[in-house]
């Protein structure tokens, strides 16, 4: 059975850092698609950041790029978002994602993921 548990959310004022980790069973890390998603309130849900399977190329929303760092430990079957220099437009739910199959619609787009974990909350004052 295939599941994601996210841990390591949540507040830190403007500047700070966090790093949030999935621990992935069912499947291994090292083998899928994975990253990270995000959703705030009243607003789509977008991808953040991309670790492809194999080779371990990332691929990261331009809102984060140059501050956030996506990661995987194969032994731990671990997948880490390292944020730093957070911004208050960062506050959201932050889901982990593994794609488990063959659907494709574009590297951050949410339709390719069909594994989703159950979301930490990331909190960012001014």
């Known amino acids: 059975q295939v599941q994601l548990v996210e841990s390591g959310g949540g507040s830190v004022q403007a500047g700070g850092s966090l790093r949030l980790s999935c621990v992935a069973s069912g499947f291994s890390v090292s083998g899928a698609r994975m990253g990270w998603f995000r959703q705030a309130p009243g607003k789509e849900r977008e991808g953040v950041a991309i670790i492809y399977e194999g080779r371990g190329a990332t691929e990261y929303a331009d809102s984060v790029k140059g501050r956030f760092t996506v990661s995987q430990d194969n032994y731990k079957n671990t997948l880490y978002l390292q944020m730093n220099s957070l911004k208050p437009e960062d506050t959201a739910m932050y889901y982990c994602?593994?794609?488990?199959?063959?659907?494709?619609?574009?590297?951050?787009?949410?339709?390719?993921?069909?594994?989703w974990g159950q979301g930490t909350q990331v909190t960012v004052s001014s």
């Open positions: 994602v593994a794609r488990l199959g063959s659907r494709w619609y574009g590297v951050l787009d949410q339709r390719t993921y069909n594994n």
